[in-house]
């Protein structure tokens, strides 16, 4: 009931393309919705997240949208770059006490110019 | 200001060696956390510490142990190496351990390699 199921694992988009990162949990208490980029030799950061009160969070050429009924959240990256190569990781975590991240497993995705 | 800052970068290590990866933090955050990276598994939590004093087992504790030095220090002890260690580590820290919504921000991880 911990895990986060992400696919696919792996993702090549042409340069202007839409990626599309699919997640999906099983765990009803998990109300925190964060996904994490990761360049190579560098550590996961932040990219954006989601509460589950909303269906959809948009900031910049990045969009969550979540479906709660589904329990399936997904990252759109809308005119993909070159630079968006990278590894993404979806991850949940319930909003009460002391709170741990569960994350998924990653997408690596590559951009082709 | 550093964030999370980790040594040694790449270690190789024979099995039955013991080593301690080190992490320090100058954002003076209340909890950090040590991950494992492997691949096809994505992140999981060792273990982690929600304050200065206390550390808690995370998913997969077994074969390290940890020390919260002082507020911005958290080493990971590997007593005794084995190859199914062979993993990259993060270190991350977040200022409220309580609050969900804040980021927890990752060093740029040790490479270990286990023969």
Redesign the interface.
Known sequence: QQQVKQSPQSLIVQKGGISIINCAYENTAFDYFPWYQQFPGKGPALLIAIRPDVSEKKEGRFTISFNKSAKQFSLHIMDSQPGDSATYFCAASMDTGFQKLVFGTGTRLLVSP | NAG?TQTPKFQVLKTGQSMTLQCAQDMNHN?M?WYRQDP??????IY?S?SEGTTDK?EVPNGYNVSRLNKREFSLRLESAAPSQTSVY?C?SKKD??L??E???????TRLLVL
Do not use: C, D, H, N
């Not at chain 2, 096809?40 to 939590?45: D, E, S, T």
């Not at chain 2, 980021?103 to 991880?109: A, C, N, R």
């Open positions: 999370v909890s956390y096809g598994m994505g992140l999981r939590l982690y929600a995370g993060f991350a351990p309580g969900v919504k980021t927890q921000y990752f060093g740029p991880g």
